[in-house]
């Protein structure tokens, strides 16, 4: 461990090694090892960075947070402000209660202790698509508050991510507020456009704590609060369209330090700019930092055909938004069992334990279901969990065919059927392949019927089109599995005879060459022998021989 | 028959004796006689007219709307009428003609009432004496009075001048003298010698003082309903903060602003009160629960009534006049059995600092939509959005409300938020309290001036700038505001100058029907004139 000493005089000395090794090595005498100094300088080294989503939802309802108005994304522009989202004088904000049950509902799938009373405040700061000058938000006492998400890193395209690893990020809020209008800006003709359509559909602004500390992380946790949100019906989650956006703050230190100064890069709709904003984001403040600069609180964009974040400039001055409470809402209460009023109907307010049985199954349920009591591996849950058109297929061959393993079911899908869809360009939802003729091939393969090459070649000839039932195709093609030891045995007697060379060369020690002798059994028997049993004997053969 | 009240007309109209169009067109003509008096921004009579008579053939096919059916209301320029121009008396919203219609207009035109224009205020209801307006100053009717105009005829040197060049009568007997009354007026207009309305909202008082309309509404926020009322010898009516709907209403202070009501008695303000109350879906600070309707009874008694004197609104500048005044109703309770006793009400005396801090915040939020982009005044000017926005602040809003905005965005700013703006909140709550504690001690109404004396003159007036006025006009009637509570000023006497004078009942929030019976039974004993100034001299 580095002394604190040690620590101050590299940072002082701007990571220039050789004389930090040179200047410790003489000053501190109790600091015997060399090696272990420049190991410290190696971790002091190693910038770590740290990562905080906020998340603007929008939430799933029929009219705003505060009007009648509608909220359909492809509307006509200017086509669905009430008066109230024109900030007309005179008008009052009306509470919508359905967006008030999507919060808590939402709060509640996060893990969240709910404020049974919340509070609006008003946010002031001058823009086009603002028409009031100010956003209703919940600053000060968020309808939800103190959450977890749990969810599972894993990519298996990312060298740091290829094994499954369990997290847990910290919701530090959640609030209810207005989204904005829409600014389109006309540099020919020096014009600003303004869509009102979005300006006070409601949305859920959720901030995670600084939990993350790499790209992948961060992904990892929108991915999933697309799923829980999806679940609970409370945000369709569109990016594209922008109904759900990410804005991430990053910032680096050395651990052990105070954390660095951060950036933000606002308005991420993809999960993969997510990532990529990140990475450069951290990039950017490591070339920064280590030629000496340094960082500039400051609010980005990310330009995706460049994929560099960029400097805001119309926010580039430090805004002071002088919140102030919204004096024409009164505090938001919402109640439980224990306390809900016996004058209220239960329509006329919100009760969270109502809201809380109502909770469907989330996704870290789900897929814990299929690890551990269907015994699917995690990479096969994930999978399963992100895509409900495939979990509804795998979950209808189960249905068809009762008496299948999962786990030899969910195998089947991933490598052959989704090879094929994959190779076609369609959809799970697509696919003509019926799930009761899926379920035939795989209780063939789990009877011992057939081979894994063969249940590969007979979902790839039904896929293509082929209507005969499994069975038949198998007993066109005779592409029984041999189970006939001895008819194993001829074939791999002939594998040994007629590669002389592989053999040799396997006897020297290469291992690799013994493929080439289970490939030639395999090629001759149709691959109709299984590989195990294959091997097995060519092993005893081979020692034989010698 | 203009200085009845709404409910003897209202009687009238059901015998027959009267019909909706008579009364409507005698309203317009008066409005016409006072036309000086700039009581109205808009007129709206030929509507009125056609009302009247829709109204009229309810009335005689016996199915009236309510028991206001065919009676002329006028309601301040800053309650939205869709299609009507609703200004705030402001250059911003000159252009503004609303898309809807405030719920309070809404629940007036559905009862039959017919709307007779929009009346004066200062701009965007900052002030307290309807001086502050793009459409100028609106003139209280008493200054017609002829006690008051003797008593000034023995005044200073530089109005006697004034004085003996206008030898006139300052009355509008009838409409052959027209011209001539109007020539007498540019006189009065540049000598600045006539008395103010009151405000913020004048322009109401002044149509039901002079007959113009039998109610009127306002917008009451630290006193601007029952200040005017004062001025003018009308009853003007502030009620609970949350009986009446404040949609549609431009605001000053959301979380103070009360629609209020000006009448010439207490059973019309009651009246109204009933159709204008309740709570409304559009605005989520009206009560569903603490409103039931009523109306007055006639037989009155103050018997078990316990009246609070506040001591300390025995404030200094209290004139000699208003100071009798209520010794005088005191006594009257005294003497009909009521208890009276002193009360206090010690962090009163900090609600006017309090309120120029949380209205100046309101207003700096809710002025900040007008950037002339979605409606009202555009400048011409911008080479970029924010200096178009500045342009148009700058030509829109006068020196009063940009200097509130510039106050507010600093009591705002983070730095400062808890030392005005938590501050300020906290001594409200302490005002509250102080009104909870006199209530729960059994008072049931509070008895006090509404202001410090009848109403001064323009010229007086102006020697000080708005702040100052605004400071010192609603010292009485702020701490209301503040605590909600409803509020009253009863007419009561005239002055030595012939001027009305009004004194304030306060009562517990939602004990209007309370409030009003005390008022009633108030009125009944003070006999305030039913004096015409318009016509009478």
Redesign the interface.
């Known amino acids: 461990m580095a002394t604190p000493i040690a620590t101050k005089t590299f940072r002082s000395l701007k990571h220039n090694f050789l004389k930090i090794n040179n200047l410790l090595y003489t000053r501190i005498p109790f600091c015997k090892k060399k090696h272990q100094i420049i190991e410290t300088a190696k971790q002091a080294d190693q910038w770590q960075a740290v990562i905080g989503l906020e998340i603007h939802a929008q939430i799933n309802s029929a009219s705003k947070l505060f009007s009648g108005s509608g909220t359909s994304f492809s509307s006509v522009v200017n086509n669905q402000v009430a008066l109230f989202d024109a900030a007309i004088p005179g008008t009052l904000p009306v509470l919508n209660k359905k967006c008030v049950e999507a919060g808590v509902l939402t709060g509640l799938a996060l893990n969240c202790s709910i404020n049974k009373v919340s509070k609006f405040d008003r946010k002031h700061y001058f823009y086009a698509d603002l028409p009031a000058g100010y956003q209703i938000t919940q600053q000060r006492q968020p309808i939800a508050h103190n959450g977890r998400i749990n969810f599972t890193v894993f990519n298996p395209a990312s060298p740091k991510h290829t094994i499954p690893r369990d997290m847990s990020v910290g919701i530090i809020q959640l609030q209810l507020e207005q989204d904005s209008g829409k600014s389109l800006h006309d540099e020919d003709n020096q014009h600003t456009l303004v869509d009102l359509n979005r300006a006070g559909i409601a949305l859920m602004e959720i901030v995670t704590a600084p939990d993350m500390s790499d790209s992948e992380e961060a992904a990892a946790l929108v991915k999933e609060l697309q799923l829980v949100l999806q679940a609970i019906d409370t945000c369709n989650c569109k990016m594209e369209e922008g109904s759900l956006r990410v804005d991430a703050n990053v910032s680096i230190h050395r651990p052990g330090e105070p954390l660095g100064v951060r950036t933000e890069v606002k308005n991420l709709n993809s999960i993969r700019f997510v990532a990529k904003a990140i990475n450069y984001e951290i990039a950017e403040h490591k070339r920064i930092l280590e030629s000496g600069g340094v960082i500039v609180n400051e609010t980005k964009s990310f330009d995706f055909k460049t994929g560099k974040t960029v400097s805001m400039r119309d926010k580039e001055m430090k805004q002071d938004y002088r919140f102030m409470p919204e004096p024409n809402l009164p505090p938001l209460r919402v109640y439980d069992n224990s306390d809900f009023p016996t004058t209220k109907k239960s329509s006329q307010a919100i009760n969270i334990d109502t809201l809380r049985a109502a909770l469907p199954v989330l996704p870290a349920e789900k897929r814990h279901h299929l690890v551990h009591q269907q015994g699917l591996s995690v990479a096969h849950a994930l999978m399963l969990v992100a895509d409900d058109d495939l979990m509804q297929y795998y979950n209808s061959v189960l249905a068809a065919s009762p008496h299948l393993t999962p786990k030899l079911v969910m195998s089947v899908l991933a490598t052959d059927l989704l090879a094929c869809l994959y190779k076609a360009k369609l959809a799970i939802s697509d696919c003509y392949l019926l799930p009761r003729l899926f379920a035939e091939v795989c209780s063939l393969l789990q009877a011992e019927a057939i081979t894994t090459t063969t249940t590969t070649k007979l979902i790839q000839l039904m896929f293509n089109g082929e209507t005969l039932p499994p069975a038949d195709i198998i007993e066109n093609y005779e592409w029984h599995k041999i189970t006939d030891r001895a008819e194993i045995q001829r074939h791999c007697e002939e594998a040994v005879e007629r590669n002389p060379k592989a053999v040799r060369k396997y006897r020297e020690g290469k291992p690799r060459y013994f493929t080439k002798l289970v490939y030639h059994v395999q090629t001759k028997s149709n691959g109709c022998t299984d590989p195990l049993v294959v091997t097995e004997i060519l092993k005893k053969l081979i020692s034989e021989v010698s | 028959m203009v200085l009845l009240t709404a409910r003897e007309v209202a009687l009238r109209l059901r015998n027959g004796s009267l019909s909706s169009t008579d009364v409507v067109s005698q309203c317009i003509e008066r409005s016409r006689l006072a036309r000086v008096l700039n009581a109205f921004i808009t007129h709206t009579h030929e509507s009125a007219m056609s009302r009247a008579a829709e109204a009229d053939r309810r009335i005689s096919a016996g199915q009236p709307l309510s028991q206001l059916d065919g009676i002329p209301v006028a309601f301040k320029d800053?309650?939205?009428t869709k299609g009507v121009k609703?200004s705030?008396g402001s250059r911003m919203?000159r252009n503004?003609y609303?898309?809807?219609s405030?719920t309070v207009v809404q629940r007036l035109a559905g009862k039959g009432t017919v709307m007779m224009g929009k009346t004066n205020m200062d701009e965007f209801a900052m002030g307290s004496g309807s001086v502050d307006s793009i459409y100028g100053p609106s003139r209280n009717p008493w200054s017609r009075s002829v006690r008051y105009r003797e008593r000034r005829l023995g005044d200073a040197e530089p109005l006697r001048v004034q004085a003996t060049s206008g030898q006139v009568s300052y009355s509008l007997p009838s409409s052959t003298e027209k011209q001539k009354t109007c020539e007498d007026d540019e006189t009065l207009s540049d000598e600045d010698d006539w008395l103010i309305a009151g405000g913020s909202s004048g322009g109401s008082a002044v149509a039901v003082a002079t007959g113009a309309s039998f109610i009127a509404l306002g917008s009451d926020t630290g006193g601007s309903v029952r200040n005017p009322a004062s001025y003018c010898g009308v009853f003007g009516y502030k009620p609970t903060y949350g009986l009446v709907s404040?949609?549609?209403?431009?605001?000053l202070?959301?979380?103070m602003d009360a629609p209020s009501i000006f009448a010439r008695s207490t059973d019309d303000l009651a009246a109204a009160l009933e159709i204008v109350a309740g709570h409304d879906?559009?605005?989520?600070?009206t009560v569903r629960e603490q409103y039931k309707p009523f109306s007055l009874p006639d037989d009155l008694s103050v018997k078990d009534l316990h009246v609070g004197i506040p001591t300390e609104y025995h404030a200094p500048g209290l004139s000699q006049g208003m100071l009798d005044a209520w010794s005088w109703v005191a006594d009257l309770f005294d003497n009909a059995g009521a208890k009276v006793s002193r009360v206090s009400l010690p962090h009163t005396q900090y609600s006017i600092v309090c309120y120029s801090v949380l209205c100046a915040?309101?207003v700096?939020?809710n002025?900040?939509?007008y950037?002339g982009?979605?409606?009202g005044h555009r400048s011409e000017q911008g080479s970029s959005?924010?200096a178009l926005?500045a342009a148009t602040r700058h030509e829109g809003f006068n020196d009063v409300v940009r200097g509130r905005i510039f106050a507010g965005?600093y009591f705002?700013?983070?730095r400062n938020?808890e030392k005005y703006?938590v501050k300020a909140q906290q001594v409200r709550q302490l005002i509250a309290e102080d009104y909870r504690h006199v209530f729960s001690s059994g008072v049931n109404v509070l008895l006090t001036p509404t202001t410090f004396g009848d109403a001064p003159s323009y010229r007086s007036f102006i020697g000080a700038d708005n702040r100052t006025r605004s400071m010192q006009e609603d010292v009485f009637t702020q701490p209301a505001n503040m605590a909600g509570i409803p509020a009253v000023s009863v007419p009561v006497m005239l002055s030595e100058r012939g001027l009305p004078l009004g004194l304030q009942l306060m009562a517990d929030n939602f004990h209007d029907k309370q409030l009003l019976t005390c008022a009633k039974w108030l009125e009944s004993q003070v006999n305030f004139p039913r004096f015409d100034p318009v016509t009478d001299s």
Request: charged letters at 15%.
């Open positions: 800053n309650f939205c609703t705030c919203l503004f609303p898309p809807y405030a404040r949609h549609g209403l431009i605001p202070v959301n979380s879906i559009r605005d989520s600070t915040c309101e700096a939020s002025m900040a939509r950037d982009i979605q409606f959005t924010h926005y965005n705002l700013l983070k938020y703006f």
